[in-house]
């Protein structure tokens, strides 16, 4: 993380009333290198009140306390909230926005749910115009991005006028990224810093992306940031089992659901959506919801559960689809709807709509679109254990005869289009990309006795697994099997497009 600032906290007792008018503007800190531990500068009451934000953020203290550090009084620096989806980086920042004291202004544009840039600056002003209470909320919408800069300015003077801060936060900023003209967007929000310079306005920003990606490219000032990691198995469980009202039944529940479903899935929201139906299964055969069950019944309840797992375990595709944030809401619903839903048929894939795979599916997939676009007399050129790293056979430069055939066979395997190919070879293919990656070896290792073996039995049945789940999916075809072979052919369903989606990360 870049240099926080000094906590120079304003505390309960040390503040001016939430809303005088009176308040006088803050000043800014001073930078600093130094940190202060946050509880010991908290009095009673905030420290309960902080003990109450850290309980209803698990695993996630440390981003929780830096995120108070960052946040106020008033830092000088934007902030930049950064990790994977469902993180927490949106609960976490709402919750700790809400600790502060004064509460502060909150002005907040998810990206993800406003269909474009006019939407954005429609929603960040009319937002802006209601704080202010300015007679100008009937304004005509800005188009050009600097026309929003300057309505921005005016909008700001309002709410800043009455001596408050205001948190001015974009949320999910990668997805400006696919907006008409979103990477000069971007850059102008990025720059908003220096643009506007208006200490009582402080920026916040959250993104799935890195600092790097944004920072390099606007030469902007580099802001305080907050890396959220995923979770961990433990973190997430720890997570799911807030507010349960049997917790002994749902952690006998999740002790065998959550480490197989976890391999399919880490994102809490899918986590939630699909263990909520399977919970329901798994208590069907008892009779007292609030009973204890014992070692006995918890096996039963496991064998009852047991065929219905195993189909949760093949949907492993999701179609998030995001309300905006309008408010922190203290429950784990959060703000944002998560409906899972196969995908496959005739529907396609609507820009609109995010797909969640897991990279070990992700590698079949893309090893599968390889095996259906390649004849398979090139694939000892193309792959080989070392995953390309052994130079020792490579060949001399191609000849410009060799280089014309090769573009005649790529012309008659597009005009042809996709072919079919054995399980073997997609094994083959599969396990050469895989092989450069010790994450995804990492991914699809099964500690769990429940599922299977371990080491490659336990990669073998996960890419199993996978291909059936692509196969109902309908990314993939399974022909029927071949009478000279004896055995099933497989075609790839994915396009360029979608495979360059098919983005590991
Ligand atoms: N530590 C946590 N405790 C309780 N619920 C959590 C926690 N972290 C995440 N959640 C829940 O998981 C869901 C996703 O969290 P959130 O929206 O904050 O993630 P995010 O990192 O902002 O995701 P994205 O990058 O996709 O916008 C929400 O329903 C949220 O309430």
């Given at each position: 993380m870049s240099q926080p600032i000094t906590p120079r906290r304003t505390t309960r007792g040390a503040a001016p009333a939430p809303d005088s008018p009176a308040s006088p503007p803050k000043s800014r800190p001073k930078s600093s290198h130094r940190r202060q531990p946050l509880a010991a500068a908290a009095e009673p009451n905030e420290s309960k009140s902080l003990d109450a934000l850290l309980d209803a953020l698990p695993g996630r203290r440390a981003q929780a306390t830096d995120l108070l550090r960052l946040l106020a009084p008033a830092p000088a620096l934007p902030l930049l909230l950064h990790g994977g989806a469902a993180t927490g980086k949106t609960r976490a920042l709402l919750l700790a926005l809400r600790h502060l004291r004064p509460s502060p202004r909150l002005v907040y544009a998810a990206l993800r749910s406003l269909p474009s840039p006019r939407a954005l600056f429609a929603s960040i002003l009319s937002q802006l115009n209601a704080l202010s209470s300015s007679s100008s909320s009937r304004q005509r919408v800005p188009d050009k991005p600097s026309d929003f800069i300057a309505a921005l300015r005016d909008a700001l003077a309002g709410a800043v006028a009455q001596g408050e801060l205001v948190y001015l936060v974009f949320d999910n900023l990668e997805v400006a990224r696919g907006w008409d003209k979103g990477g000069q967007l971007l850059s102008l929000l990025l720059r908003l810093h220096d643009l506007l310079r208006l200490p009582q306005v402080v920026l916040v920003y959250v993104s799935s992306a890195t600092p790097d990606a944004y920072y390099t490219m606007t030469g902007s000032v580099e802001p305080n940031h907050v890396y959220f990691p995923d979770y961990t198995v433990d973190e997430a469980r720890d997570i799911l089992m807030r507010g349960q009202s049997n917790p002994k039944l749902y952690s006998s529940f999740l002790g065998v659901v959550l480490k197989p479903l976890f391999r399919v899935t880490r994102r809490l929201d899918e986590l939630a959506a699909l263990l909520e139906p399977l919970f329901r299964r798994y208590c069907e055969p008892l009779g007292d919801l609030q009973?204890?069950?014992d070692e006995a019944m918890r096996r039963r309840l496991f064998e009852h559960l047991q065929p219905h797992l195993a189909v949760a375990l093949n949907e492993t595709f999701s179609v998030p689809m995001r309300a905006s944030v309008e408010k922190c809401k203290d429950d784990s619903s959060g703000g944002k709807a998560s409906v899972r839903r196969q995908f496959g048929g005739r529907d396609g894939l609507s820009s609109e709509l995010e797909f969640h795979m897991s990279v070990s599916a992700k590698y079949l997939l893309l090893s599968a679109f390889l095996a259906s676009r390649n004849p398979a007399t090139l694939d000892a050129a193309l792959f080989d254990s070392t995953g390309g790293s052994d130079t020792r056979n490579r060949k001399r430069?191609?000849?410009?005869?060799?280089?014309?055939?090769?573009?005649?066979?790529?012309?008659?395997?597009?005009m042809k289009g996709p072919g079919t190919f054995p399980l073997e070879r997609l094994l083959a293919i599969f396990q050469c990309i895989t092989s450069v990656s010790e994450d995804v070896l990492d991914e699809v290792e099964c500690p769990d006795s429940m599922m299977a073996g371990s080491?490659?039995?336990?990669?073998?049945?996960?890419?199993?697994?996978?291909?059936?789940?692509?196969?109902?999916?309908?990314?993939?075809?399974?022909?029927?099997?071949?009478?000279?072979e004896g055995s099933a052919r497989y075609r790839s369903n994915i396009d360029e497009d979608l495979a360059l989606k098919v983005n590991i990360s």
């Amino acid at each position: 993380m870049s240099q926080p600032i000094t906590p120079r906290r304003t505390t309960r007792g040390a503040a001016p009333a939430p809303d005088s008018p009176a308040s006088p503007p803050k000043s800014r800190p001073k930078s600093s290198h130094r940190r202060q531990p946050l509880a010991a500068a908290a009095e009673p009451n905030e420290s309960k009140s902080l003990d109450a934000l850290l309980d209803a953020l698990p695993g996630r203290r440390a981003q929780a306390t830096d995120l108070l550090r960052l946040l106020a009084p008033a830092p000088a620096l934007p902030l930049l909230l950064h990790g994977g989806a469902a993180t927490g980086k949106t609960r976490a920042l709402l919750l700790a926005l809400r600790h502060l004291r004064p509460s502060p202004r909150l002005v907040y544009a998810a990206l993800r749910s406003l269909p474009s840039p006019r939407a954005l600056f429609a929603s960040i002003l009319s937002q802006l115009n209601a704080l202010s209470s300015s007679s100008s909320s009937r304004q005509r919408v800005p188009d050009k991005p600097s026309d929003f800069i300057a309505a921005l300015r005016d909008a700001l003077a309002g709410a800043v006028a009455q001596g408050e801060l205001v948190y001015l936060v974009f949320d999910n900023l990668e997805v400006a990224r696919g907006w008409d003209k979103g990477g000069q967007l971007l850059s102008l929000l990025l720059r908003l810093h220096d643009l506007l310079r208006l200490p009582q306005v402080v920026l916040v920003y959250v993104s799935s992306a890195t600092p790097d990606a944004y920072y390099t490219m606007t030469g902007s000032v580099e802001p305080n940031h907050v890396y959220f990691p995923d979770y961990t198995v433990d973190e997430a469980r720890d997570i799911l089992m807030r507010g349960q009202s049997n917790p002994k039944l749902y952690s006998s529940f999740l002790g065998v659901v959550l480490k197989p479903l976890f391999r399919v899935t880490r994102r809490l929201d899918e986590l939630a959506a699909l263990l909520e139906p399977l919970f329901r299964r798994y208590c069907e055969p008892l009779g007292d919801l609030q009973a204890v069950p014992d070692e006995a019944m918890r096996r039963r309840l496991f064998e009852h559960l047991q065929p219905h797992l195993a189909v949760a375990l093949n949907e492993t595709f999701s179609v998030p689809m995001r309300a905006s944030v309008e408010k922190c809401k203290d429950d784990s619903s959060g703000g944002k709807a998560s409906v899972r839903r196969q995908f496959g048929g005739r529907d396609g894939l609507s820009s609109e709509l995010e797909f969640h795979m897991s990279v070990s599916a992700k590698y079949l997939l893309l090893s599968a679109f390889l095996a259906s676009r390649n004849p398979a007399t090139l694939d000892a050129a193309l792959f080989d254990s070392t995953g390309g790293s052994d130079t020792r056979n490579r060949k001399r430069k191609s000849s410009q005869a060799s280089i014309d055939r090769k573009d005649t066979m790529a012309e008659e395997i597009l005009m042809k289009g996709p072919g079919t190919f054995p399980l073997e070879r997609l094994l083959a293919i599969f396990q050469c990309i895989t092989s450069v990656s010790e994450d995804v070896l990492d991914e699809v290792e099964c500690p769990d006795s429940m599922m299977a073996g371990s080491g490659t039995n336990a990669l073998m049945s996960d890419v199993l697994l996978q291909l059936s789940t692509l196969c109902n999916s309908n990314f993939l075809s399974k022909s029927r099997s071949c009478p000279l072979e004896g055995s099933a052919r497989y075609r790839s369903n994915i396009d360029e497009d979608l495979a360059l989606k098919v983005n590991i990360s």
